[in-house]
């Protein structure tokens, strides 16, 4: 290759090469377009996308304080409930991307997008298409909603008071945006079952997307007076203190949340009903949140 050659194939491969650092750099100060996808504990933004087919891998959302006032709140990791009452946004947000391989996440490392301001955040009604989508380990996993409520109501035919049947009718109706007829179904599948837990949290987890907050601290109150060792329940209620500004309170729920969730082995953990619950979302995030309110009330003995 003669010599006035080699200069612009190095130079093309170092664009090249500078572009690809460029995309996996971070970005500032940037604004981003596409769908939000809730669980319990964590936001995922899938950028780009535009209904409720998104696809593709996204980046793990890290909320502020004004972000949670314009957009619900709304989730869950629990076992048959890792498709049910997740909250799905179509927002443009300013933020903050970070480099490829900051954030650990199912077990792979994932981008952060940390929140500067919402600038448009609209929900949005899957229940519309026949098909829609819900996160998935390995992506994004089709549900044709009206057949799985024609399902459960099925079952219900065939045992009225089946609470797992019930229980399925109103993972269907939320998903299909039928609110009311969600909360029934699922009222009555806790009803059938009082001892369970879970079907306090599945209560909770759909009054968290409406933000009713009063409803939501009871649910967690009756399922942790079921069961006072679950991680997962304990967090949610130190967030509910911390909200209400209980602050010694709050500390006090966050560390017991720390010390249940390590003692867990591995991922999950499971009650005495068998029902399984992700905890590696509190481990991340405990610490942060004893931290933030050890301080504010460190601060409040300080004024008193």
Same mark, same amino acid.
């Given at each position: 290759?003669?010599?006035?050659?080699?200069?612009?194939?190095?130079?093309?491969?170092?664009?090249?090469?500078?572009?690809?650092?460029?995309?996996?750099?971070?970005?500032?100060?940037?604004?981003?377009?596409?769908?939000?996808?809730?669980?319990?504990?964590?936001?995922?933004?899938?950028?780009?996308?535009?209904?409720?087919?998104?696809?593709?891998?996204?980046?793990?959302?890290?909320?502020?304080?004004?972000?949670?006032?314009?957009?619900?709140?709304?989730?869950?990791?629990?076992?048959?409930?890792?498709?049910?009452?997740?909250?799905?946004?179509?927002?443009?947000?300013?933020?903050?991307?970070?480099?490829?391989?900051?954030?650990?996440?199912?077990?792979?490392?994932?981008?952060?997008?940390?929140?500067?301001?919402?600038?448009?955040?609209?929900?949005?009604?899957?229940?519309?298409?026949?098909?829609?989508?819900?996160?998935?380990?390995?992506?994004?996993?089709?549900?044709?909603?009206?057949? +799985?409520?024609? =399902? @459960?109501?099925?079952?219900?035919? $065939?045992?009225?008071? !089946? %609470?797992?049947?019930?229980?399925?009718?109103?993972?269907?109706?939320?998903?299909?945006?039928?609110?009311?007829?969600?909360?029934?179904?699922?009222?009555?599948?806790?009803?059938?079952?009082?001892?369970?837990?879970?079907?306090?949290?599945?209560?909770?987890?759909?009054?968290?997307?409406?933000?009713?907050?009063?409803?939501?601290?009871?649910?967690?109150?009756?399922?942790?007076?079921?069961?006072?060792?679950?991680?997962?329940?304990?967090?949610?209620?130190?967030?509910?203190?911390?909200?209400?500004?209980?602050?010694?309170?709050?500390?006090?729920?966050?560390?017991?949340?720390?010390?249940?969730?390590?003692?867990?082995?591995?991922?999950?953990?499971?009650?005495?009903?068998?029902?399984?619950?992700?905890?590696?979302?509190?481990?991340? +995030?405990?610490? =942060? @949140?004893?931290?933030?309110?050890? $301080?504010?009330?460190? !601060? %409040?003995?300080?004024?008193?």
């Amino acid at each position: 290759m003669s010599a006035h050659r080699i200069v612009p194939v190095l130079l093309l491969g170092a664009l090249a090469f500078a572009a690809l650092v460029y995309g996996l750099t971070g970005k500032k100060n940037q604004t981003f377009d596409g769908v939000i996808a809730q669980d319990f504990m964590t936001y995922e933004f899938y950028p780009n996308a535009k209904d409720c087919n998104y696809r593709g891998t996204p980046h793990v959302l890290l909320p502020n304080a004004r972000f949670h006032e314009v957009v619900a709140n709304g989730s869950t990791d629990v076992e048959h409930m890792d498709r049910l009452l997740h909250g799905i946004w179509r927002a443009k947000l300013n933020g903050n991307l970070s480099a490829i391989g900051w954030h650990k996440y199912r077990k792979n490392y994932w981008r952060e997008l940390s929140v500067n301001y919402v600038i448009d955040a609209v929900e949005m009604s899957c229940g519309d298409s026949q098909l829609t989508s819900v996160p998935h380990e390995h992506g994004s996993v089709p549900v044709d909603w009206k057949a +799985e409520l024609a =399902k @459960a109501k099925a079952g219900i035919e $065939k045992d009225p008071k !089946s %609470a797992f049947w019930h229980d399925q009718a109103g993972v269907a109706y939320d998903a299909l945006g039928d609110f009311e007829s969600a909360v029934k179904e699922l009222k009555l599948a806790a009803t059938l079952d009082p001892s369970n837990p879970y079907g306090d949290y599945a209560l909770y987890a759909l009054y968290k997307r409406k933000g009713m907050h009063a409803e939501m601290r009871q649910l967690l109150l009756d399922a942790l007076e079921k069961d006072p060792n679950n991680p997962v329940g304990r967090f949610e209620f130190a967030h509910i203190l911390e909200e209400e500004k209980h602050w010694a309170d709050s500390l006090r729920e966050y560390q017991v949340a720390k010390r249940l969730a390590t003692s867990v082995k591995g991922p999950i953990y499971t009650d005495l009903r068998g029902n399984a619950y992700e905890v590696d979302g509190v481990r991340e +995030e405990v610490d =942060k @949140a004893i931290e933030r309110v050890a $301080k504010l009330d460190e !601060s %409040a003995q300080q004024q008193k």
